[in-house]
RNA sequence: GUGGGAUUAGCUCAGUUGGUUAGAGCAUUGGUUUGUGGUGCCGAGGGUCACGGGUUCGAGCCCCGCAUCCCACCCCA
């Protein structure tokens, strides 16, 4: 037998049925919000998640899908949406059209990663990215949305946010830290020797307990912010207040890509074991002048849908549609003739065998068909069909043309 | 990438110190006093015990390898 590749899922059945479901619910909410679709591909140009992921991000040093392609392009499948919705907007010429942008999409994302649960190497992401508004109650807006989402599929969470500075304050701080950590350097983890030189803000949340006691003593960003980055994170502190959205600050929220800038959020859920980020998600001001747009502030978020799936409460499903069987073999041609009219407007069941009317009672049943219709002998001989409401409990008996 | 655990029917799982023909529930399927369901009763099918080696008179059980899943680290959605 050949099986699907590592950390490669199939999605059917239920799982589909929760996976249309949040999609469309999610959809709704984007549009809501006054958000458009669009589609960009699976496979980019490497050089695009080098510059937007970054080349120090963990993503871009060892779980990329890159390859040579037959025109000898180096390549990669996307391991998330962000750069692609950029490189779109870049390309399409949308920066210098000015105004104001505003996308989602879903669709898969590949990482070359150790899979456990929630954690596949192909997965699925539904995110937003919105184009031109420099205001933080576009961040707000951003992080209701995702509280929209989830809250319409039944989900709780808790919400961590953070601040992460912009190019005035955050070199500053950087510098800062990276002193702090050479006056310690003797002492900590080597872990956080490399971090020292590929992502310094990484040491602050090192899970090593004789670091964290050295780094109660170093500087929190969140205190060494500019002004304006200060006044941004308590504008948005303020709105998320005023619309009842509870967060906590997560100093040591850093978000894995290079790309973010001031406002970062994670939606997480204590329910679904160690991959807990379900949203994830800030601005990135910079992002499109990398990758040489016209300077446009943005922000966004992405969610992982099946980290969602388990999570999502669905509503009850009803009955609905015909289901059609006959309990003689001459009368199944006939049936099959019905339920192809029927068809054109209802969801039918067929059965091929003719059974008694019992075992059509409950083939229906399973099929969770709102009426059952058998032909027999009776109906046969009189050219009717005889109907019943599974719900109601009404059964009537009708002409084959009028059915 | 590092460390640990698991893998037996379609699904969830039993399986004794290594001993004859590997079980249950659910699901599937057939029958049911011969036209009334979702919850009756009786029966049936379904397993290379993940895969490949080894030890043994004999392996689902012990040993080695490998694959996948799960857990932790790492990281993120």
């Given at each position: 037998m050949i099986a699907s590749l590592r950390g490669m899922n199939d999605i059917l059945s239920e799982d589909y049925e929760r996976f249309t479901y949040f999609i469309q619910t999610a959809t709704n909410i984007a549009q809501n919000y006054g958000f458009h679709f669009i589609e960009t591909p699976l496979l980019e140009e490497t050089a695009l998640f080098k510059r937007s992921v970054g080349e120090s991000s963990d993503i871009v040093t060892k779980e990329m899908y890159q390859f040579i392609d037959k025109g000898e392009n180096d390549v990669c499948l996307r391991p998330e949406g962000t750069a692609g919705v950029v490189r779109a907007f870049v390309q399409k010429k949308l920066d210098k059209a000015g105004g104001i942008h505003r996308f989602f999409y879903h669709g898969c994302m590949f990482r070359y990663e150790r899979p456990q649960k929630g954690r596949l190497r192909q997965f699925h992401q539904f995110g937003v990215e919105s184009f031109g508004v420099e205001s933080v109650y576009e961040d707000a807006t951003m992080i209701m949305m995702v509280a929209d989402i989830l809250s319409a599929c039944g989900i709780s969470y808790r919400l961590q946010l953070n601040s992460l500075g912009d190019i005035q304050c955050m070199p500053q701080y950087r510098d800062r830290?990276?002193?702090?950590?050479?006056?310690?350097?003797?002492?900590?983890?080597?872990?956080?020797?490399?971090?020292?030189?590929?992502?310094?803000?990484?040491?602050?949340?090192?899970?090593?307990?004789?670091?964290?006691?050295?780094?109660?003593?170093?500087?929190?960003?969140?205190?060494?912010?500019?002004?304006?980055?200060?006044?941004?994170?308590?504008?948005?502190?303020?709105?998320?207040?005023?619309?009842?959205?509870?967060?906590?600050?997560?100093?040591?929220?850093?978000?894995?890509?290079?790309?973010?800038?001031?406002?970062?959020?994670?939606?997480?859920?204590?329910?679904?074991?160690?991959?807990?980020?379900?949203?994830?998600?800030?601005?990135?001001?910079?992002?499109?002048?990398?990758?040489?747009?016209?300077?446009?502030?943005?922000?966004?978020?992405?969610?992982?849908?099946?980290?969602?799936?388990?999570?999502?409460?669905?509503?009850?499903?009803?009955?609905?549609?015909?289901?059609?069987?006959?309990?003689?073999?001459?009368?199944?041609?006939?049936?099959?003739?019905?339920?192809?009219?029927?068809?054109?407007?209802?969801?039918?069941n067929i059965e091929f065998k003719a059974k008694n009317l019992k075992n059509h009672l409950k083939a229906a049943d399973k099929v969770n068909a709102k009426f059952c219709c058998v032909i027999g002998e009776d109906e046969m001989k009189n050219g009717t069909i005889w109907v019943k409401d599974l719900e109601e409990k009404t059964e009537k008996t009708l002409q084959q043309r009028e059915f």
């Open positions: 830290l990276v002193s702090f950590i050479a006056s310690v350097e003797g002492e900590i983890c080597e872990d956080c020797l490399r971090r020292k030189v590929t992502n310094p803000i990484r040491v602050l949340d090192c899970k090593n307990a004789s670091c964290q006691a050295l780094y109660v003593h170093a500087p929190k960003l969140i205190d060494n912010l500019c002004a304006s980055c200060q006044d941004d994170f308590d504008t948005l502190k303020n709105i998320l207040y005023e619309n009842n959205i509870a967060y906590e600050i997560n100093t040591n929220l850093v978000r894995g890509l290079d790309y973010y800038s001031k406002t970062a959020f994670e939606f997480v859920s204590d329910a679904i074991g160690s991959q807990s980020a379900i949203a994830g998600g800030g601005r990135y001001d910079r992002l499109v002048e990398f990758l040489d747009g016209r300077p446009t502030p943005a922000v966004g978020f992405a969610m992982g849908v099946e980290r969602l799936l388990e999570l999502i409460k669905m509503p009850q499903s009803k009955r609905e549609g015909y289901y059609i069987g006959a309990m003689d073999d001459e009368a199944i041609s006939t049936v099959v003739k019905l339920a192809q009219k029927k068809r054109k407007s209802d969801k039918t």
